[in-house]
């Protein structure tokens, strides 16, 4: 049927945004294999760093006092300042009562003993389920650290996971603390030593070769702080082009860089006190210009670098910018950045990803961010109609399908 006005076309971008699939190509989520990794429920919620940072702005509570509670006393606390104390307008309060309200719990009842008898009557493998049915989900994509002791046994069993979640090779431990890593690879029977040379690199593949065997990854990742130099002569750098982008080019793997992130601006909050700065993306430019069969995906933290991203993504076509994540991850935000997007770069892009370290937290963000791609998309259509443009059904679903999963997959068989 085709659409004869432009509410229909209204009604069609809204429908088709709601019922496609979601692939959400960045999470700090694990399948159930994973144990204790794997966060979910209301106490998880509510003690997220993201709403931690929100409590110290109202609560003069010391910081050491707050961190020596048990976790439910600091979710206690949480709710009672953040929440009934204070209106919880702020997007991640917000969000966590969009997510206890798609799973059929009430925000009106302010009951948080009914929201924890809620989570401890379900099984985790019965909640994963409906969390991917409640929120659309198609897959989502862990982030996984061959370093880290809880996984590490898991892969190394190698009994197959739920193919739901797919796996992305972290580097931080490898090639941020280098001085740390090579003491464990050491350990692990690899020939490498503190000073970085040719036979070090050597080692350092053959490792990421059998963890890429391992864990099937979709890409590696790092993210990296705003001021990260890649032409300086440090052991990250090096590493970077020595071993991980040529690795990255001979197994066809995207390389994802999350740049901008101030580590410690304030220590004593801890997870929450981790701030933002704007990078340079001349450093960006140059990488893409310098291994042009290389393909990363990138996503800056700081809305200043926003405009210059999606410019430089003009000139590479191996360069995807990806995802509002963390402080931009805010309504006012995503919209201008997905409607800079949608109107520098067509639809090649991927407008967002879920960054979830709660598996909950997966059903606000994508109802968030499906409501203002919704809107940002009929806007966008609703200006191509007024130029006498005429898009079909089948159209809108090919075009939604791209931004919500799609691009990501073609990027990968690029
Ligand atoms: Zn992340």
């Given at each position: 049927m085709p659409i004869e006005n432009e509410a229909q076309l209204k009604q069609t971008i809204w429908d088709v945004v709601h019922r496609t699939p979601v692939?959400?190509?960045?999470?700090h989520l694990y399948d159930a294999r994973f144990g204790e990794r794997l966060l979910w429920g209301i106490d998880e919620l509510l003690t997220y760093h993201y709403l931690i940072a929100e409590f110290f702005r109202y609560s003069p509570m010391d910081c050491d006092e707050f961190f020596d509670l048990s976790k439910r006393e600091q979710a206690d606390l949480v709710w009672q300042h953040v929440f009934l104390e204070n209106s919880p307008v702020s997007e991640s309060a917000r969000g966590v009562l969009t997510a206890i309200g798609l799973l059929g719990?009430?925000?009106?009842?302010?009951d948080l003993g009914a929201f924890r008898r809620y989570f401890e009557s379900k099984a985790i493998e019965e909640h994963i389920s409906d969390v991917f049915r409640i929120g659309n989900l198609e897959s989502v994509v862990m982030t996984n650290d061959p370093f880290d002791e809880v996984e590490r046994p898991v892969w190394e069993d190698g009994i197959p996971g739920d193919s739901r979640f797919k796996a992305a090779l972290r580097l931080d431990s490898l090639i941020i603390s280098w001085d740390d890593a090579c003491k464990s690879l050491k350990e692990w029977?690899?020939?490498?030593?503190?000073r970085l040379d040719k036979n070090v690199y050597t080692e350092i593949k053959r490792f990421l070769v059998e963890w890429i065997e391992k864990m099937d990854p979709l890409y590696m990742a790092v993210s990296l702080p705003n001021?990260?130099?890649?032409?300086?002569?440090s052991n990250t750098a090096k590493l970077l082009h020595k071993v991980i982008i040529p690795l990255c080019i001979e197994a066809n793997l995207p390389l994802a860089l999350m740049i901008g992130v101030k580590r410690?601006?304030?220590?004593?909050?801890?997870?929450?006190g981790d701030g933002v700065g704007k990078a340079d993306i001349k450093q960006l430019e140059q990488l893409c210009r310098e291994y042009p069969q290389a393909k990363f995906m990138v996503t800056y933290l700081?809305?200043?670098n926003q405009h210059e991203l999606c410019v430089t993504a003009r000139k590479f076509a191996n360069l995807m910018p990806f995802g509002c994540w963390?402080?931009?991850?805010?309504p006012e935000t995503i919209t201008e950045m997905t409607r800079m997007r949608l109107e520098?770069?067509?639809?090649?892009?991927?407008?967002?990803?879920?960054?979830?370290?709660?598996?909950?937290?997966v059903l606000y963000k994508w109802a968030h961010s499906r409501w203002i791609i919704g809107m940002v998309l009929q806007d966008k259509y609703s200006d191509l109609w007024r130029t006498g443009w005429r898009v079909s059904p089948e159209e809108i679903e090919r075009d939604v399908a791209r931004l919500l999963g799609g691009n990501f997959k073609n990027f990968l068989a690029r």
């Open positions: 692939l959400d190509i960045h999470t719990q009430d925000p009106r009842s302010r029977g690899y020939k490498v030593k503190a001021d990260f130099d890649f032409s300086d002569k410690g601006v304030n220590p004593a909050i801890k997870l929450a700081s809305r200043e963390w402080f931009l991850n805010d520098l770069l067509g639809l090649s892009f991927i407008p967002q990803h879920s960054d979830a370290r709660v598996l909950d937290q």
